[in-house]
């Protein structure tokens, strides 16, 4: 693969991944889609996507039963979940950075509990993100955030986090995503049906086909294609734009504002993670 097409591919990827966050706001805060609903619908059209490009690669199925495949699934739902309900009250960029902060405290956080080397500098990243995403959280009168969906998003964050330490080693992402979805798909549809079935639109639901299929189910796949042709810190460093590309769809499709406040968080998150980021060169 070419680096041209790596980077092409890689911008079409964090673009995917910000749609996530676009598509989830447009669907449940818009067009006024069930949340449950839009969770389901989203992860039942990531399994028919993920399991399609399973079948029709050369090589074993995927295994579903296991500890890691429970452990994963569980935490997948638990972020399925979270990420929609976040995106009742808030905006799309302000998601993915509550989301994006989260996940890089969390697995930080687990290095230390793992007593491994961490350098310097990823202390001080740390310390620079934990302070913005403070900057962003902290309670201010009108200013604050609504709090169901800052608590919502936290927990999506911390499960993704899960997710991903939990994927380390994976010899097939694919297989191990795709069995994920499947195995995540009962869970959260039995919380839809704990919860009551509220509106299901045409247009929330295609729009929950578009983001499980397309930027959840289709992103997914790309980005493990190209990911081992991706130094680690590039690899890393090119996930901070999935908060930028957010925000930016959010004020030009969404109508969305842009805060002094969230700029300053913002760029205090995104900075201390490119600082960690650069210490694992």
Same mark, same amino acid.
């Given at each position: 693969?070419? *680096?041209? %097409?790596?980077?092409?591919?890689?911008?079409? +990827?964090?673009?995917?991944?910000?749609?996530?966050?676009?598509?989830?706001?447009?669907?449940?805060?818009?067009?006024?889609?069930?949340?449950?609903?839009?969770? #389901?619908? /989203?992860?039942?059209?990531?399994?028919?996507?993920?399991?399609?490009?399973?079948?029709?690669?050369?090589?074993?199925?995927?295994? +579903?039963?296991?500890?890691?495949?429970?452990?994963?699934?569980?935490?997948?739902?638990?972020?399925?979940?979270?990420? *929609?309900?976040?995106?009742?009250?808030?905006?799309?960029?302000?998601?993915?950075?509550?989301?994006?902060?989260?996940?890089?405290?969390?697995?930080?956080?687990?290095?230390?509990?793992?007593?491994?080397?961490?350098?310097?500098?990823?202390?001080?990243?740390?310390?620079?993100?934990?302070?913005?995403?403070?900057?962003?959280?902290?309670? *201010?009168?009108?200013?604050?955030?609504?709090?169901?969906?800052?608590?919502?998003? #936290?927990?999506?964050?911390?499960?993704?986090?899960?997710?991903?330490?939990?994927? /380390?080693?994976?010899?097939?992402?694919?297989?191990? $995503?795709?069995?994920?979805?499947?195995?995540?798909?009962?869970?959260?549809?039995?919380?839809?049906?704990?919860?009551?079935?509220?509106?299901?639109?045409?247009?929330?639901?295609? #729009?929950?086909?578009?983001?499980?299929?397309?930027? *959840?189910?289709?992103?997914?796949?790309?980005?493990?294609?190209?990911?081992?042709?991706?130094?680690?810190?590039?690899?890393?460093?090119?996930?901070?734009?999935?908060?930028?590309?957010?925000?930016?769809?959010?004020?030009?499709?969404?109508?969305?504002?842009?805060?002094?406040?969230? $700029?300053?968080?913002?760029?205090?998150?995104?900075?201390?993670?490119?600082?960690?980021?650069?210490?694992? %060169?």
């Amino acid at each position: 693969m070419t *680096s041209m %097409r790596v980077f092409a591919l890689t911008c079409v +990827i964090m673009c995917a991944f910000a749609a996530n966050s676009l598509l989830n706001r447009l669907g449940v805060a818009v067009q006024g889609m069930d949340p449950m609903g839009f969770a #389901t619908v /989203r992860t039942a059209a990531g399994v028919a996507m993920l399991w399609l490009l399973v079948l029709m690669r050369q090589a074993p199925r995927p295994g +579903i039963t296991g500890t890691r495949r429970a452990a994963g699934a569980l935490a997948l739902a638990v972020y399925m979940i979270g990420f *929609s309900w976040a995106y009742i009250t808030l905006d799309a960029g302000l998601g993915a950075l509550i989301l994006f902060g989260v996940l890089q405290i969390v697995v930080f956080a687990w290095a230390v509990i793992e007593g491994g080397k961490i350098p310097a500098l990823r202390w001080i990243g740390a310390a620079i993100a934990l302070t913005g995403l403070c900057v962003l959280l902290w309670p *201010s009168g009108t200013a604050a955030l609504p709090l169901g969906g800052a608590v919502a998003m #936290t927990i999506a964050g911390a499960a993704w986090a899960a997710y991903t330490l939990l994927g /380390r080693g994976e010899a097939d992402p694919l297989g191990a $995503t795709a069995s994920n979805f499947l195995l995540c798909l009962p869970l959260v549809a039995a919380v839809m049906l704990a919860t009551g079935i509220g509106p299901m639109p045409l247009a929330g639901i295609i #729009t929950a086909v578009v983001a499980g299929a397309i930027t *959840s189910g289709l992103g997914y796949a790309l980005w493990y294609r190209v990911l081992p042709a991706l130094p680690t810190t590039v690899a890393g460093i090119a996930q901070l734009s999935v908060p930028v590309i957010a925000v930016a769809a959010g004020v030009a499709f969404l109508g969305e504002s842009l805060s002094l406040r969230f $700029t300053i968080a913002g760029v205090l998150v995104l900075g201390g993670i490119a600082i960690s980021l650069s210490a694992r %060169r």
